[in-house]
């Protein structure tokens, strides 16, 4: 027993691979010898670390990541979080706990292994509330639909939309008359469908609160008022970049941000010759949409502005091929606009709507 807490000692670097219960550690030595490979409880994993001297704890980022991180911090441990996607190559023969924790202690070897801050509970409360705002709407999206494909079935058809949606609420209403006061819509199929208007309405009501949370928190961060001088950038999308990436300065570029995105070509390239394809579309995918949603915006609302932004916008709509020109833009403007996000984070200043001299 002696023997293996003076061994204990020596550890200098912890792979742990993390479950509900059962978590795995894989400790190694300045020399690379394995000092210990065992499962432990999760009642026990703290009591385990307060028998290492201050080392190198690394982890995958997964569920729960962020939570060990903080404890083990505590303790006076070095935390360091990994992707998941870049422990997998180390992973050698059978996938098993043993074999993923020893892979993530290799893993972190690597001189160019990229890790994930770890992040605290104010931060990730910040993300928590636009996840539950994204579940929040897809669920009215989905009761919405519903309501649309019932009125259907008896020849009340509404365009696709949440805002026609309130047209049709407005029928179960108004005992489904119509504006001319010609009943459309029976009684007894406003009686069924009244509880899906009800949960809409409550639904809307709990989204418009959080983002009047979102809308009044990013408006008190002086980052985030400089990111809504961007065109394409509100309170939603600038509060979720400034929760999802609390430190800009892990990016070594704008081009490196938005590959992070997945708004870069994807590469198949060989023998010297350069095979450009789609998106990759790896990375955060809200902010990837957030960013699209608004590059949409700048393009549909192009109008009456002339500065440079608006300009190359313009001047992209003129060369791209007619039948899909508008999307190929909103995915470059996506692209431009994380660009343009990382030098205001990285740089300073705000952004410059200024109109180009003719």
């Given at each position: 027993?002696?023997?293996?807490?003076?061994?204990?000692?020596?550890?200098?670097?912890?792979?742990?691979?993390?479950?509900?219960?059962?978590?795995?550690?894989?400790?190694?030595?300045?020399?690379?010898?394995?000092?210990?490979?065992?499962?432990?409880?999760?009642?026990?994993?703290?009591?385990?670390?307060?028998?290492?001297?201050?080392?190198?704890?690394?982890?995958?980022?997964?569920?729960?990541?962020?939570?060990?991180?903080?404890?083990?911090?505590?303790?006076?441990?070095?935390?360091?979080?990994?992707?998941?996607?870049?422990?997998?190559?180390?992973?050698?023969?059978?996938?098993?706990?043993?074999?993923?924790?020893?892979?993530?202690?290799?893993?972190?070897?690597?001189?160019?292994?990229?890790?994930?801050?770890?992040?605290?509970?104010?931060?990730?409360?910040?993300?928590?509330?636009?996840?539950?705002?994204?579940?929040?709407?897809?669920?009215?999206?989905?009761?919405?639909?519903?309501?649309?494909?019932?009125?259907?079935?008896?020849?009340?058809?509404?365009?696709?939309?949440?805002?026609?949606?309130?047209?049709?609420?407005?029928?179960?209403?108004?005992?489904?008359?119509?504006?001319?006061?010609?009943?459309?819509?029976?009684?007894?199929?406003?009686?069924?469908?009244?509880?899906?208007?009800?949960?809409?309405?409550?639904?809307?009501?709990?989204?418009?609160?959080?983002?009047?949370?979102?809308?009044?928190?990013?408006?008190?961060?002086?980052?985030?008022?400089?990111?809504?001088?961007?065109?394409?950038?509100?309170?939603?999308?600038?509060?979720?970049?400034?929760?999802?990436?609390?430190?800009?300065?892990?990016?070594?570029?704008?081009?490196?941000f938005a590959a992070f995105l997945g708004l870069?070509?994807?590469?198949?390239?060989?023998?010297?010759?350069?095979?450009?394809?789609?998106?990759?579309?790896?990375?955060?995918?809200?902010?990837?949409?957030?960013?699209?949603?608004?590059?949409?915006?700048?393009?549909?609302?192009?109008?009456?502005?002339?500065?440079a932004l608006r300009r190359w916008v313009k001047?992209?709509?003129?060369?791209?091929?007619?039948?899909?020109?508008?999307?190929?833009?909103?995915?470059?403007?996506?692209?431009?606009?994380?660009?343009?996000?990382?030098?205001?984070?990285?740089?300073?200043?705000?952004y410059d709507d200024r109109p180009v001299a003719?």
């Amino acid at each position: 027993m002696g023997k293996s807490i003076e061994k204990l000692k020596t550890v200098t670097r912890v792979g742990v691979d993390l479950a509900k219960n059962v978590i795995q550690v894989h400790a190694i030595d300045a020399k690379g010898d394995v000092i210990a490979a065992r499962p432990l409880r999760r009642g026990a994993v703290l009591a385990f670390f307060e028998k290492l001297p201050a080392c190198e704890v690394v982890m995958e980022t997964c569920s729960s990541a962020h939570h060990w991180g903080r404890a083990l911090q505590a303790q006076g441990h070095r935390v360091k979080l990994i992707p998941a996607a870049h422990v997998k190559p180390f992973v050698r023969r059978n996938k098993n706990d043993a074999a993923d924790a020893a892979a993530i202690c290799e893993a972190a070897t690597r001189p160019d292994q990229r890790f994930v801050v770890v992040r605290s509970v104010e931060n990730q409360a910040g993300l928590m509330r636009h996840r539950t705002r994204e579940l929040l709407t897809g669920q009215r999206t989905a009761l919405i639909n519903a309501l649309r494909g019932h009125l259907a079935e008896i020849g009340v058809v509404a365009a696709q939309g949440a805002r026609n949606a309130y047209d049709l609420k407005r029928l179960l209403k108004d005992g489904g008359a119509d504006e001319h006061g010609e009943v459309v819509v029976p009684a007894c199929v406003c009686a069924a469908l009244r509880p899906l208007g009800a949960q809409i309405d409550a639904l809307d009501a709990t989204i418009a609160a959080i983002d009047k949370e979102i809308e009044a928190a990013v408006k008190g961060d002086e980052q985030g008022r400089r990111l809504m001088t961007i065109p394409g950038i509100g309170p939603l999308t600038a509060a979720a970049i400034l929760s999802t990436v609390p430190d800009m300065s892990a990016f070594s570029s704008g081009r490196e941000f938005a590959a992070f995105l997945g708004l870069t070509p994807s590469q198949h390239s060989t023998g010297g010759k350069e095979r450009l394809g789609r998106i990759t579309k790896m990375g955060d995918r809200y902010l990837r949409k957030l960013l699209v949603v608004g590059a949409c915006a700048v393009i549909r609302h192009r109008e009456g502005h002339n500065d440079a932004l608006r300009r190359w916008v313009k001047s992209l709509l003129e060369r791209k091929p007619l039948a899909y020109k508008v999307k190929l833009t909103a995915v470059a403007l996506a692209n431009k606009l994380a660009r343009i996000v990382f030098a205001i984070l990285t740089r300073g200043g705000k952004y410059d709507d200024r109109p180009v001299a003719a």
